[in-house]
């Protein structure tokens, strides 16, 4: 089992950043494809970045793309959502999830590990 853990989520205003991070703990990582998801009340958990297991490479969903960057240290197994420009509709609890893929892959149901969240709220 791989568990992970994120922090850094908090209040900020519009136009600030938040650095998140993800924890991981309990067996190898970095053989795993670790990505961010996010979900508003209301709606769906949604992609948001990945990045492959050496950390070589990534992704991101459009809205984020200029805004977001995801690193990764396997040296600590932790994983980083550096956000900027923050918007309020960046308001959503954010995920940490991580499979084992040599793959970028972005939809939740290819995600075998998750953990629980760490709310991000951005005032206007």
């Known amino acids: 089992q791989l568990q992970l853990v994120e922090s850094g989520g908090g209040l900020v205003q519009a136009g600030g950043s938040l650095s998140l991070s993800c924890a991981a703990s309990?067996?190898?990582?970095?053989?795993?494809?670790t990505g961010w998801f996010r979900q508003a009340p209301g709606k769906e958990r949604e992609f948001v970045a990945v990045?492959?297991?050496?950390?070589?490479?990534?992704y991101y969903r459009d809205s984020v793309k200029s805004r977001c960057t995801i690193t990764r240290d396997n040296a600590k197994n932790m994983v980083y959502l550096q956000m900027d420009s923050l918007k309020p509709e960046d308001t959503a609890v954010y995920y940490c999830?991580?499979?084992?893929?040599?793959?970028?892959?972005?939809?939740?149901?290819?995600?075998?590990?998750w953990g629980q969240g760490t709310q991000v709220t951005v005032s206007s």
């Open positions: 999830a991580a499979d084992r893929t040599y793959e970028l892959p972005t939809t939740v149901s290819s995600y075998e590990y």
């Open positions: 990045i492959n297991w050496n950390g070589a490479v990534a």
């Open positions: 309990g067996r190898l990582f970095n053989n795993h494809a």
